[in-house]
């Protein structure tokens, strides 16, 4: 099945909704999966693991709608973040959201492709990849994605205590998996799918192994992966410095999403794209 542009893009947004839809079904979650909106919490006190996507409000109503919303961040004191994604209404949102105390954090490129004739390239030489298949291994994947994306060491037990729930329950849609090199692990990845396209996330490489080809091995060992599970699209954010690393393996821009924060608790840093869950951007890890 091959997928437009427009059909990639748009699954920015369903990969959004499936990570609160999946972070549902855990105690630790709280989601509100309203006909017109998705928003919700996951315990994590950084604003990229809470927050809203997919809103579908009416004009004449959206003012009261986005207040709605945002009244339990700011009850709770949550720190937040808001995508703006390409099936959002009405089409001044984001400047909507901004009147409701909501600053912009960023304007995300969305790459994707068709998978009809993708063809990986084998790893770089001393390169070997491990999926995750159980805590020890999730542990060491997410140590992996803390330091590349500098997260703090805070709140890793929280992040993996829940996250690893997702990756690791029976059937799970989405998948992680650790580039080793000479045994150390040094890169890792998530795909997560939704409705035949996958989204790449946590695209991680320690500080210490950049250029070894890391990035790249994980990246295509997700989308092989995901293709013997059906998918036949892929997607991923991309700050505009890792663009090339993308295109170079066939990614091609299909559009954008604009991430709205609302810092109501102590102001913790976004971490832009993490994030949908156990990682969709959000979370997915």
């Known amino acids: 099945m091959a997928h437009t542009d427009a059909e990639l893009l748009a699954a920015s947004d369903h990969l959004s909704a499936s990570f609160y839809r999946t972070s549902a079904r855990f105690p630790w979650a709280t989601v509100h999966d309203e006909p017109d909106v998705i928003h919700g919490t996951t315990g994590i006190p950084l604003e990229v693991f809470n927050g809203a996507s997919c809103a579908r409000f009416e004009p004449a109503t959206a003012d009261a709608r986005i207040e709605q919303v945002l009244a339990l961040y700011r009850e709770q004191r949550i720190d937040m973040s808001w995508m703006v994604g390409p099936t959002s209404t009405p089409a001044d949102l984001a400047r909507r959201l901004e009147g409701h105390g909501l600053v912009l ?37 997410t140590r992996v994605m803390f330091a590349g994306f500098g997260m703090p060491d805070a709140i890793f037990d929280a992040f993996a205590d829940r996250f690893s729930m997702i990756v690791l329950e029976p059937g799970s849609s989405q998948r992680v998996v650790i580039v080793r090199l000479d045994g150390r692990p040094i890169s890792t990845a998530l795909g997560a799918i939704d409705d035949g396209v996958v989204g790449v996330y946590n695209v991680a490489t320690v500080p210490t192994a950049q250029r070894r080809g890391g990035a790249s091995a994980a990246t295509m060992a997700v989308i092989d992966d995901a293709i013997g599970r059906g998918a036949s699209g892929a997607i991923l954010q991309t700050s505009n410095a890792g663009r090339k690393v993308y295109e170079r393996i066939g990614f091609h821009d299909v559009g954008t999403v604009t991430i709205m924060a609302g810092r109501f608790g102590r102001g913790s840093p976004g971490l832009g794209n993490l994030p949908p869950a156990g990682g969709a951007s959000p979370p997915s890890t």
């Open 105 to 141: 954090d960023e304007i995300l490129p969305v790459l994707g492709m068709n998978l009809d004739t993708w063809r990986s390239d084998p790893p770089a030489d001393g390169l070997e990849l491990e999926w995750v298949a159980d805590r020890a291994s999730f542990d060491e994947a």
